[in-house]
């Protein structure tokens, strides 16, 4: 197996359990400051909710690619990836934007 399968695997594990932790315990430990600095006390469960989601989601594009690469399927790995972290991105986009933590 390649060291790269391998990393991508890994790499999407932990993105799952980080996701898992920030939306079950609600909790902002793996995120920077300077993304959840401006959320209200109220608004916290819903915002590290869709910030796991988004990280889950991310992990398990890595996940499911892993094993694509293994079989050769480049293409369909890329794909897979890719749809992942867009669609990762767009809930931690959406968590971003909903509680207005942005300075642009």
Known sequence: MSTEIIAAFAV???LIVFGLVTWKKQTTVFLHSYHYRKVRE???PAYTKLMGVGQIVVGIGFCLSAP??????K?????VFIAGLAVGLAFILKAQ??????DF
Do not use: M
């Open 97 to 102: 934007t909903k509680n207005k933590t942005s």
């Open 42 to 44: 109220e608004e916290l």
């Open 12 to 14: 999407g594990l932990v």
């Open 68 to 73: 694509l690469r293994l079989l050769g399927k």
């Open 75 to 79: 293409t369909a790995s890329r794909a």
